[in-house]
């Protein structure tokens, strides 16, 4: 079946230093990517949808030059968390849209990657 | 705008008894509707799919245009069904996955 690796799983960093996640479908193309944020025991916000080769379209209130996402190929992007505040400490997840065999869409997610900033 | 609301942000049942989880969505168009879980430590991943019309872990969910719901529904909980559950939509370019909020589902011995 899909599978989306993220890494890294946990990142601590210092405050004003930029951190990059990586998402990548394994054995699938994923010409869309999701990138979501999970604050504890909430749900998924959507932050961004990832298009490759194109650029990345943002939710409302998300700020993009905050935020950097890359989908340079088909099977990886990248969230990129620049300048990076406490407030930013959060769960990321990414995820990725595949075709069923029904063509439904199907989205397969990452294990997510905790970011703490010191 | 497109939304996803789940009534309910915790629901307990007892084991055996039947379960149902609620969504609502609002979408102008014709959405594709998902049912998606997450037992604790684990990732998200997909339950069910209203296109599929399946039966997985003995749910089911019925797309309800009329109405504009797409409630989960089990008819016998099991322990192991205990999980966050999480109702999302997206339009059927597959553009803009959004969830709702979630139900945190406790199924009591």
């Known amino acids: 079946g899909a599978v989306v690796s993220q890494h890294p799983s946990w990142v601590i960093c210092k405050s004003g230093t930029s951190v990059k996640i990586e998402c990548r479908s394994l054995d699938f193309q994923a010409t869309t990517m999701f990138w979501y944020r999970q604050f504890p025991k909430q749900s998924l916000m959507l932050m961004a949808t990832?298009?490759?080769?194109?650029?990345?379209?943002?939710e409302q209130g998300v700020e993009k030059d905050k935020f950097l996402i890359n989908h340079a190929s088909l099977t990886l992007s990248t969230l990129t968390v620049t300048s990076a505040h406490p407030e930013d400490s959060s769960f990321y997840i990414c995820?990725?849209?595949?075709?069923?065999?029904?063509?439904?869409?199907?989205?397969?997610f990452g294990a997510g990657s905790r970011l703490t900033v010191l | 705008a497109q939304r996803v609301t789940q009534p309910e942000k915790l629901l307990s049942v007892f084991k055996g008894a039947p379960v149902e989880l609620k969504c609502n969505y609002s979408?102008?168009?014709?959405?594709?509707l998902f049912w998606y879980v997450q037992y604790s430590r684990q990732r998200l991943q997909l339950l069910l799919r209203?296109?599929s019309r399946e039966s997985i872990k003995g749910f089911t969910a019925d797309l309800n245009k009329g109405e504009t719901s797409f409630h989960l529904k089990k008819p016998f909980a099991q322990e192991e069904d205990s999980a966050m559950y999480y109702c999302?939509?997206?339009?059927?370019?597959?553009?803009?996955?959004?969830f709702g909020p979630g139900t945190r589902l406790s199924v009591l011995p």
């Open positions: 209203h296109i």
């Open positions: 990832s298009n490759e080769g194109s650029k990345a379209t943002y």
């Open positions: 979408y102008s168009g014709s959405p594709e």
């Open positions: 995820s990725a849209r595949s075709r069923g065999l029904t063509g439904a869409n199907v989205l397969t």
């Open positions: 999302a939509l997206s339009g059927q370019d597959g553009q803009n996955f959004v």
